[in-house]
């Protein structure tokens, strides 16, 4: 059947054969730093500079503050290209968040624990709740990174299929918790350090004492899940599975039960993450628990959450590794280690890549006057509040249509946006939850996406002449409502003043 394409379709092949054209996110980040290290001498050359109110690190004071560019091609910035590229690359708050994170995630998803949840969780769903429960276990998945691409939504296809239902609903269904749902979830996830962590980079541009925890969104991303769950079910019953019609193809599936030994390993995992929750919150809820200091846990959020969140995967994925037969011994827990660190050699590379530019972007000022001037601009002619905050959302989904990868991205527009809300009283947690709003929101209609392509192919599977087109016009009543949904409840957090993660305000003053 050979569809007439229309405007947005038309739109999204130049959007693809533009996306094509760019390239890889290292050498991309190797030429902004170039880029950024000319603009540096120019800068200088002309003499630009800035004036603001702040506080002064010397004097500890509030007060004018005039800055001018520093140049990376003079003496001293040659120096600094050669002397900090390995600090920049250690240092770079993102790389050791991350990589701790994953380790307990790999063992998880190595011994099979993630996938036999995924699957135990959809085969005990009533019939009428599959919808619901299928967009929520993919809003979930996040938590194990990629899984929910090559596990769940597969697997939404072929349970749509044995009970009856059109299996390309189910496989939308799946596609839209996974990807557009990306950055919701009630717990959290690798991409909540990640984000947080190019964040802090960004906001010590403006403010070097400054950190951006991974439970910065923690609150609004909770009630994102649910959200999103609530529209994701709403679009395919109503939308989506009605347009797509009665199943005609002669694709049949049945879902296996799950063994008793899966039974038993999903048991003790359980068990042991109940144990493991409850001497955790012996160590942090009483006043006078261990993780608190002086009464609080602010350290403890900023610094020890990160192995808790590992282990928090670590602990049952032995449990269920070890009754199911995929860790015998030590050996095996250490190989999975190994291979989740390993399967992250790209996300490095690019972190060294990355951290150069933000640190010259630093170093040169010129963030800190894009920042300033960029504010003025905008306060100038009186955008300002949330309108600036919904153009903002849809300028990343826009850009997210082009470039896939969600950190590359952040890497790139953090640097710029953060210190520039912030002088507009923005603060830094709330412009990287409008980022991650636009972010998730377009993920399932970019032919950019990494895992596009394999969608495509496994649809085919079910409905020969589907192709490219099939899978974007699905998707994009998910996109669309996604989008003004996520802002309208954005919007009601932000005029109700409500706190989108701990101890997180929308405000910042300078």
Sequence with gaps: ?????????????????????????????????????????????TGVEVT????????????????????????NGIRYIFNSMTKNFTGFAPLGTVLVAMIGVGVAEGTGLINASLRKLVLSTPPRL??????????????????????????????????GRHPLAGLAAAFSGVSGGFSANLLLGTIDPLLGGISTEAA???????????????????????????????VTEKIVEPRLGEYKG??????????????????????????FLVIMGFLTIPENAIFRENGNLNNFMGNGLLPIIMLFFMIPGYAYGKTVGTIKTDKDV????????????????????????????????????????????????????????????????FINLFMGSASAKWAIMAPVFIPMFMRLGFSP????????????????????????????????????????????????PYSITFLIGWTILLMIFFFLGLPIGPGVVMHYVM
Aim: net charge neutral.
């Design 334 to 397: 250490a190989k999975l280690m190994g291979k989740a660190l390993a399967s992250m050699g790209g996300y490095m590379a690019l972190a060294f890549v990355a951290a150069q530019f933000i640190a010259y972007f630093s170093y040169t000022s010129l963030g800190t006057i894009v920042a300033v001037k960029g504010a003025d601009f905008l306060q100038s002619i009186g955008f300002t509040g949330f309108p600036l905050v919904v153009a903002f959302i849809c300028v990343a989904a």
């Design 130 to 163: 599959l919808t619901a429960v299928l967009v929520f276990a993919g809003v979930m998945s996040n938590i194990a990174s990629d899984a929910g691409y090559v596990v769940l939504i597969p697997l939404g296809a072929i349970i749509f299929a044995s009970v």
């Design 204 to 234: 010590r541009i403006f403010a070097p004492n400054y950190t951006v925890l991974p439970t910065a969104n923690w609150y609004f991303m909770m009630v994102s899940t649910f959200l999103i769950t609530i529209l994701g079910t709403v």
């Design 429 to 476: 947690e709330l412009t990287q939850a409008m980022y991650r709003i636009g972010d998730s929101s377009t993920n399932i209609i970019s032919p950019l996406m990494s895992y596009f392509a394999f969608i495509v192919a496994y649809m085919q599977g079910f409905d020969k002449e589907s192709g490219m087109g099939t899978l974007i016009s699905t998707m994009l």
């Design 1 to 45: 059947m050979e569809q007439k394409k229309g405007f947005f379709n038309k739109f999204l092949d130049g959007v693809e054969k533009v996306g094509n054209k760019l390239p890889h996110p290292i050498t991309l980040f190797f030429i902004l730093s170039v880029l950024v290290i000319v603009i540096s001498e120019i800068c200088v050359r």
């Design 250 to 275: 002669d694709h049949k599936e049945e879902l296996t039960e799950m063994g008793e030994l899966e039974q038993r390993g999903l048991r003790n995992a359980g068990i042991s993450l109940v144990i």
């Design 52 to 75: 603001y109110t702040g506080m002064n690190m010397k004097t500890k004071k509030i007060e004018d503050i005039t800055l001018q560019a520093k140049s990376l091609l003079d003496a």
